[in-house]
C-alpha cells in the first residue's frame, strides 16, 4: 500500500511516499480502506516533532480518515465487510496511520458512518468534536449570547460556527483578511473581524456594540490571550485551546485582573482531556455523526488532493489561507 511517513521530524520536506505491506487486522481489529483523511494541526505538530503524544518514528502521520471495512480480524463481530466508517486516532493507542490506503484499528474505535454520508465530510469530523467540546466545556450560554471565534475560517473555528449557530448564538468571526471575512458572512457569521486591519478585542467590541463577547474561543495564545479580556461581556469566559501564536503570554493574569469587576474567566482545553473519559468522546463522536446525517451540519472543503501531495497540503494548511477542511485523498 501507499503511505506517507516521517522517519525524522522536521518541515513539510521530511513527509516520505513510501510503499509499504498492507497490514493485518489482528484478533479485535480489522483493516479499514482509506477514502478521505483529514488534514489538521496535530499532523503539522508529529510531523515538526512537538505533538506531546508522538508517536514513535518512524511512523505514518494522519489523525483522523474515513472508509470502509476491508478485512476482519479474528473473533471480530458486530462489523460488515464493505461498512463505511470513521477512524479518529485519538481512540488508538498511538495517533498516527491516517495518511496509507490502508489501516488497521480496534473495532470498538470505528464509528460507523450512516447511509449516504459522503466519506469526504465524514473526515473533517474531528474539528466538530473540537467545537462540540469546545461549547460543552464553555459553560451555559443562553440562546442569543454572542460569541467570538478566532481563526473562524479553518477546519476547528468554521465548525465552532456552524454548531454555536445551531444553538442560537450569535457568532463574530475573526479571521485575516477581506475574502476570509466575507465567507464567513456567507457562512452565517452575525458580524466578521479582520485582525489585519484592526486590533482583535478592538473589533470584537465593535461587532458588539461595545458590550463584548460572552465566550471568546482562542486557538492562537501567545500574546494575542492577554489581550482578548478587554473584549469580554461580564462573567465571560476566554477558552484557549491551542497555542498557534506561540506559548500563552505570562501577562495573561494580569489582564485578567484588569478587569477583576467584570468576573473573567479563562479555561484552558485540551482534547485529551477525554482520555481518560471515553464514554464523554464516543458520546461527543456519535452526536457529531448524527448532525452530519441529518444534514444539520455541512463540513466546508478547502481543498481535495491525492496522497501523494500530503507535502502541498500540509503547506497549504501552514499558510493559513484555507476555508474550511485540507483532503486527501489514496
Not at 117 to 129: I, K, M, T, W
Not at 195 to 218: C, K, M, V, Y
Request: charged share 15%; aromatic share 4%.
Amino acid at each position: 500500500m501507499k503511505a506517507v511517513r516521517i522517519r525524522t521530524t522536521g518541515g513539510p520536506e521530511v513527509l516520505e511516499l513510501v510503499e509499504l505491506p498492507c497490514p493485518a487486522p489482528g484478533p479485535g481489529e480489522v483493516l479499514v480502506r482509506t477514502q478521505a483523511i483529514g488534514v489538521g494541526m496535530p499532523d503539522i505538530m508529529v510531523r515538526r516533532g512537538i505533538y506531546p503524544w508522538m508517536p514513535a518514528l518512524p511512523a505514518i502521520l494522519g489523525i483522523e480518515s474515513a472508509g470502509v471495512v476491508a478485512a476482519l480480524g479474528p473473533g471480530v463481530g458486530g462489523c460488515e465487510l464493505g461498512q463505511a466508517v470513521y477512524v479518529n486516532a485519538r481512540d488508538l493507542p498511538e495517533r498516527s496511520g491516517g495518511y496509507a490506503e490502508y489501516r488497521v484499528a480496534p473495532v470498538l474505535a470505528l464509528q460507523p458512518l450512516p447511509p449516504g454520508v459522503d466519506p469526504v465530510r465524514a473526515a473533517a469530523l474531528g474539528n466538530y468534536q473540537v467545537a462540540h467540546s469546545l461549547l460543552r466545556v464553555a459553560g451555559a450560554l443562553p440562546e442569543g449570547a454572542t460569541v467570538a471565534v478566532l481563526g473562524a475560517a479553518g477546519g476547528v473555528g468554521s465548525a465552532v460556527l456552524q454548531l454555536a449557530r445551531l444553538r442560537g448564538l450569535r457568532v463574530v468571526g475573526v479571521a485575516g483578511g477581506a475574502a476570509k471575512c466575507a465567507w464567513l458572512q456567507a457562512q452565517g457569521a452575525a458580524a466578521t473581524v479582520d485582525h489585519r486591519s484592526e486590533p482583535i478585542a478592538q473589533g470584537i467590541l465593535r461587532a458588539t456594540g461595545g458590550a463584548g463577547a460572552h465566550a471568546i474561543f482562542d486557538p492562537v495564545g501567545g500574546q494575542t490571550l492577554p489581550t482578548l479580556f478587554e473584549a469580554l461581556a461580564p462573567l465571560g469566559t476566554v477558552l484557549s485551546y491551542g497555542g498557534l501564536g506561540g506559548p500563552r503570554d505570562a501577562q495573561t493574569v494580569a489582564a485578567m485582573m484588569r478587569r477583576f469587576g467584570a468576573s473573567p474567566a479563562l479555561r484552558l482545553f485540551s482534547m485529551h482531556t477525554w482520555d481518560a473519559m471515553p464514554e464523554v468522546r464516543r458520546e461527543i463522536a456519535q452526536a457529531v455523526m448524527a448532525l452530519l446525517a441529518q444534514g444539520r451540519i455541512d463540513p466546508p472543503i478547502h481543498a481535495r488532493l491525492p496522497l501523494a501531495q500530503a507535502r502541498q497540503a500540509q503547506e497549504l494548511f501552514e499558510a493559513h489561507e484555507q476555508r474550511g477542511k485540507i483532503i486527501l485523498e489514496p
